[in-house]
């Protein structure tokens, strides 16, 4: 049989048997309505407690009821952005956000700058972290949110997430990060960090897809952006209950952040190695994104003088799978705006491919896709215009 390897767990991971088993009697067994007062609804109910208490615990929120389920990282960025921007609009319409974001909240923002808010986009230096005196210098008196990820998905480079929240609250702003790639890969701590809201995904960390959920902080104001059911997550995030889906979560964020050092240094080993075969079989490529404050489960690399999307799709017949930028934009032929932030030019943006690791990848493995990338590189630099030596 062909060998399959997968190398886009950015994009996705599969659900692991623990959460599957979390998730199984949901479907058939405990499968009332959560806003149900009967037994069944009860039951249903206690299983969307149990799980917010998990996350609750995942990123050491002080209370449970400051966790909001929602359909996903997308949604929760939407919601933070247009929630807090529409509720604290009479103290100012001005948010401060980073170029280099995902676009689940640059279309957000694209969406208060068609209401009539301002928003100012951060440039960021060449390893993709947010410069601090230019935040310092945006901040204006009707600047009522800023939202910076926390680690960035084509990249991986994490940000100085701690110091962004304190230059936020000085100035009596509050503050919101993507932590949809951070969860797993490194410690959330949103009471030490001195987060406000905070956005979750549960299938990048082996958990269901259409789930994920939103921290807020008590008494952060706050507009819902859903409307129907008004007992539904306190009125502020209303439709039934995904209880599968939810409790699916809660397992997976309980195991990825308990199992979150002893991961990391697996997928850092394995990431080494990677890099170190890479450096003895193929030339003229370069990583981008943080030299070492970066998520050591992402890889970005530009093979100089070739297309990112035709290794994908040679690696792809060879049975391995990785990305070109986000998963989102794979799609597209443009060169990705997060590189594009970081000064990186179209030719070198263009060669990009992201490779994501996870746990259950081998050196054997390794060993087989740094064959198939010296193999595809080599090829395709054959019929390329460009020579790879001159960029
Ligand atoms: C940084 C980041 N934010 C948000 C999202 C969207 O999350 P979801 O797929 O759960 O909607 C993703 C998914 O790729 C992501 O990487």
Request: with cysteine; glycine share 8%.
């Amino acid at each position: 049989m062909e060998r399959r390897i997968y190398l886009d767990n950015a994009s996705t991971t599969y659900v692991s048997n623990d959460v599957l088993t979390e998730m199984l009697p949901c479907f058939n067994t405990i499968y009332g309505n959560a806003g149900s007062i009967h037994s069944f609804g009860r039951d249903a109910m206690a299983i969307v407690d149990r799980a917010r208490d998990r996350v609750k615990e995942a990123i050491n929120a002080q209370k449970a009821n400051e966790i909001y389920f929602t359909s996903g990282g997308t949604e929760a960025d939407n919601w933070a952005i247009l929630g807090v921007a529409h509720a604290n609009a009479n103290r100012g319409k001005h948010i401060i956000t980073s170029q280099i974001e995902h676009h689940a909240v640059l279309n957000a923002c694209a969406q208060l700058e068609k209401e009539g808010f301002e928003v100012t986009y951060l440039s960021v230096d060449e390893y993709g972290l947010v410069k601090l005196p230019d935040l310092l210098h945006e901040i204006r008196k009707d600047t009522t949110l800023i939202s910076i990820m926390a680690v960035n998905n084509e990249v991986g480079t994490i940000q100085n997430i701690k110091a962004i929240a304190k230059i936020a609250h000085d100035y009596g702003i509050l503050f919101h990060t993507d932590a949809v790639q951070a969860i797993g890969s490194i410690n959330i701590d949103v009471q030490d960090m001195e987060i406000d809201l905070l956005s979750m995904s549960a299938h990048k960390i082996h958990g269901p897809k259409g789930v994920g959920a939103l921290y807020v902080k008590n008494g952060v104001r706050i507009d819902p952006i859903t409307f129907g059911g008004e007992n539904q997550e306190r009125g502020k995030r209303s439709g039934t209950e995904n209880v599968p889906g939810i409790a699916g979560f809660g397992k997976a964020i309980e195991i990825a952040c308990r199992n979150h050092i002893i991961n990391n240094r697996k997928i850092k080993t394995i990431r080494e190695y990677f890099l170190e075969k890479l450096k003895e079989k193929v030339e003229y490529f370069q990583v981008n994104g943080h030299p070492h404050q970066k998520s050591n489960a992402i890889l970005n690399i530009s093979f100089y003088g070739i297309e990112g999307e035709s290794i994908m799709m040679l690696l792809d017949l060879a049975g391995i799978a990785v990305s070109t930028s986000s998963a989102c934009t794979s799609k597209s032929l443009l060169p990705s705006h997060v590189l594009k932030a970081m000064g990186i030019s179209d030719e070198i943006a263009q060669g990009s491919v992201r490779f994501s690791f996870g746990t259950n990848i081998s050196k054997s493995d390794v060993d087989y896709v740094v064959d198939e990338i010296a193999k595809v590189v080599a090829k395709l630099r054959a019929i390329s215009p460009i020579q790879a030596g001159r960029l």
